[in-house]
């Protein structure tokens, strides 16, 4: 495989939406994602109150990466071989020696299948991007409710969870002004929704010019698309895009069959009867890779044009477009913006009104370091028997690493560079820290990790 990586290579770039063309003001959306999942709970299912009271410093918990041993009620930092490297029960913090009695010096039980990615159980759950974060929290609250009345050692309120995602985000949601999130959003869109600065739109216009195919490929429903889209980029949005695809349901949307997930016109947002074939640019509802890439190939005259697709969820986006079609990935990781360091340099002196607001209130949640979990990419394994700790990557990172072409704390940082910059990707053959632009995070770098582990 080649070293460098260059859009001037590709013929089809494709985006995800949310978090990663539309950015939101996250600690806003993260109280209005864990209020509303709350509200439902106590409501609807009678838990206890003072879930929907939180304290200030309480999204330090959100940390992405974790996993959630759901019958155990405990949280999980896994290094990359699947040992444990953090833990907590419910929000606090099990000690080393407790993580060493419970989970051993050993991979996790659940480690194979989810490293596998292709498969989710009721035995866990992955928190990878900042739409399910607020949900670990309040899991993390649940059990210590839980345990506070009824000490119970096995818990089963995974199903009420997945029922008031399920009432605030599902299809009819928006459109009937069901649940807490889209209401608000809908209102007060300027709280929650960051402007997509002029260098990115101008970025867009300019891929296109240059001949790429541009695509727009979100699990969004097609009228919370409209919103966001109109907001972030303008009335105009849909000249942007050759293709848009809404309700993509990824991961599926990589991994499923045409008969399995065929593509769907819309009329008013509602969808209509199946098509049997995907025969020209639009806008379509649901869908698969296959299809769409028969397309590309009409599109652009060529039998293997090379697509690069920029997603921030490793579960949804990255792996399964590297895993299944094999296109070149960017990650969008805003953890890299927390790391003091990795910003472009030159982005101090811009004016505000370029950067669009985009930076305007770096309030400290929830992408800078938690004091809980410690850093994203890196941590401390305690020796063994007076043996001396060391050093080792999270799975998340070594994730990042494996199924990212590169990865950058948001689409602003490349806008302005020619579009034939060549970046280093990760790969077997360069160093770890290689794929990361503008520069790799603090934690990856030698005598930095002080800082970041504690």
């Known amino acids: 495989m080649q070293q460098h990586f260059s859009l001037a290579d590709c013929d089809v770039v494709g985006f995800d939406l949310d978090h990663t063309l ?47 041993d759901i019958e155990e009620g405990n949280f999980l930092k896994l290094a990359e071989d699947g040992t444990v490297l953090r833990a907590s ?37 992955l928190y990878d991007n900042y739409f399910d974060l607020p949900g670990a929290l309040l899991c993390a609250r649940v059990v210590d409710s839980l345990d506070q009345h009824d000490g119970q ?7 009420d969870m997945v029922a008031a995602i399920q009432h605030n985000y599902k299809i009819s949601a928006f459109k009937e002004d069901c649940g807490m999130y889209f209401p608000e ?168 009104e370029k950067k669009g607001k985009y930076e305007g209130d770096q309030l400290k949640v929830p992408y800078f370091v938690s004091k809980q979990w410690g850093s994203f990419f890196m941590d401390r394994l305690p020796g063994l028997e007076n043996a001396e700790e060391t050093l080792v990557h999270t799975w998340s990172c070594k994730c990042i690493s494996t199924y990212s072409t590169i990865a950058i704390p948001s689409l602003e940082a490349i806008a302005d560079l020619p579009l034939d910059y060549r970046f280093t990707r990760f790969s077997s053959n360069n160093l770890a820290t290689a794929g990361y632009y503008p520069s790799p995070p603090r934690a990856l770098l030698p005598n930095e990790d002080s800082v970041m582990m504690k």
């Open 22 to 68: 539309c950015r939101y003001h996250l600690p806003q959306s993260a109280r209005l994602i864990y209020d509303s999942f709350a509200h439902y709970l106590v409501t609807e299912k009678g838990y206890d109150e003072d879930l929907l009271i939180l304290a200030p410093d309480s999204l330090d918990f959100c940390c992405k990466g974790l996993v959630l």
């Open 185 to 352: 959003v809908k209102k007060h869109p300027d709280k929650y929704l960051q402007r997509c600065p002029e260098s990115v739109k101008k970025w867009l216009k300019q891929l296109k010019n240059a001949g790429k195919i541009l695509l727009l490929i979100t699990s969004s429903h097609s009228d919370y698309c409209r919103l966001l889209c109109e907001h972030v980029l303008g009335n105009d949005f849909e000249e942007y895009f050759d293709i848009l695809i809404t309700n993509a349901l990824k991961p599926g949307f990589f991994s499923h069959t045409p008969n399995q997930r065929p593509f769907r016109t819309l009329e008013n947002d509602e969808e209509q009867e199946a098509l049997l074939s995907l025969d020209k640019p639009g806008w379509y509802s649901q869908g698969n890779a296959i299809q769409l890439y028969d397309l590309l190939k009409k599109m652009t005259g060529k039998l293997d044009p090379k697509v690069v697709y920029f997603g921030d969820s490793m579960h949804s986006d990255i792996f399964p477009a590297r895993h299944y079609s094999n296109w070149e990935t960017v990650f969008i990781l805003e953890e890299l913006l927390g790391d003091k360091g990795t910003g472009p340099a030159k982005a101090e002196s811009e004016p505000l």
């Open 89 to 125: 029960h419910g929000t606090k913090s099990m000690t080393f020696e407790e993580i060493l009695e419970n989970y051993g010096r050993r991979e996790w039980k659940h480690f194979n299948t989810v490293s596998g990615m292709v498969s989710r159980t009721a035995k866990y759950y």
């Open 153 to 159: 050692k096995k818990y089963d309120f995974w199903k």
